[in-house]
């Protein structure tokens, strides 16, 4: 994590790491209420059909209870 951090501060970008223990969805959401110019990107396999139904997705429900813009970035095909 303080590899990434580093990187985006080098790009100009604020960023911070934080370890939360919890739901996903919920820590995300949590911490992005306590920050004013929250965004929030989060990884996505891009499940879908029966697997992603009964799997279920941690990025959808970020993107559902989240209080500030989500980008979700779906990983590239190898």
């Known amino acids: 994590m303080r590899g990434f951090v580093r990187d985006a501060r080098r790009a100009g970008v604020r960023a911070d790491a934080v370890v939360a223990v919890g739901a996903a969805h919920e820590v995300l959401a949590r911490a992005a209420r306590g920050e ?20 279920g997705s941690v990025a959808a429900r970020v993107v559902a209870t989240a209080p500030c813009p989500v980008l979700v970035v779906r990983r590239r095909s190898r």
């Open 36 to 55: 004013k110019d929250a965004w929030i990107v989060v990884g996505t396999h891009g499940r879908s059909g029966w697997r992603g139904a009964l799997l």
